[in-house]
T-cell receptor
Framework: DAGVIQSPRHEVTEMGQEVTLRCKPI?????LFWYRQTMMRGLELLIY????????DSGMPEDRFSAKMPNASFSTLKIQPSEPRDSAVYFC??????????????FGEGSRLTVL | GESVGLHLPTLSVQEGDNSIINCAYS??????FIWYKQESGKGPQFIID?????DKRQGQRVTVLLNKTVKHLSLQIAATQPGDSAVYFC???????????FGTGTRLTIIP
């Protein structure tokens, strides 16, 4: 079975450029989460959706970050303009309603972003 | 603020031995506690969870212990194998919430 699919796996860009990260959740999963992982701050929740609706975006660092989920099979995380401190691995995860409140998430392999 | 933390950042264990990874938490309102494994270059992978009304749960080669008195969580891995080498995260989920909070992680290295 296909897991959570993220693209690109790696991206190197220059400061000021727009970055778009993409995620395809597991089919049938109603919940989608975006996490960021850095050495300094570990795994941080940025935003999550339920049935394509953003539920909590309190983890989004600032207005430069935005996320959308236009349909049940696709989500994007956009950074515009990007800054060097945005360099991190960004993970997308999905889960079912029954496992969203037990903490069992299914993670993608991540998108490693480097902003020069 | 409340947080989930780990006692040891690194742990090396001889192959075949048992390993214990520890975690301290501070949110007494958490309902579920979860362990994740993250191999190099991959996303975190769910291992096992335990609900706050339990003190022990066993899986295949893994056991999670929960001590609510001292707010301590541990993951025991029996008969470790090279494939167990990874970073292990504890995480907690408050009651009636869907936002998982991760600890900082412990790197487990299995020595052949």
């Amino acid at each position: 079975d296909a897991g959570v699919i993220q693209s690109p796996r790696h991206e190197v860009t220059e400061m000021g450029q727009e970055v778009t990260l993409r995620c395809k959740p597991i089919s049938g999963h109603d919940y989608l989460f975006w996490y960021r992982q850095t050495m300094m701050r570990g795994l941080e929740l940025l935003i999550y959706f339920n049935n394509n609706v953003p539920i909590d975006d309190s983890g989004m660092p600032e207005d430069r970050f935005s996320a959308k989920m236009p349909n049940a099979s696709f989500s994007t995380l956009k950074i515009q303009p990007s800054e060097p401190r945005d360099s991190a691995v960004y993970f997308c995860a999905s889960t079912l309603p029954g496992t969203a409140n037990t903490g069992e998430l299914f993670f993608g392999e991540g998108s490693r972003l480097t902003v020069l | 603020g409340e947080s989930v933390g780990l006692h040891l950042p690194t742990l090396s264990v001889q192959e075949g031995d048992n390993s214990i990874i520890n975690c301290a938490y501070s949110n007494s309102a958490s309902d579920y506690f979860i362990w994740y494994k993250q191999e190099s270059g991959k996303g975190p992978q769910f291992i096992i969870d335990i609900r706050s009304n339990m003190d022990k749960r066993q899986g295949q080669r893994v056991t999670v212990l929960l001590n609510k008195t001292v707010k301590h969580l541990s993951l025991q891995i029996a008969a470790t194998q090279p494939g167990d080498s990874a970073v292990y995260f504890c995480a907690e989920l408050p009651s009636m919430d869907e936002k998982l909070t991760f600890g900082t992680g412990t790197r487990l290295t299995i020595i052949p």
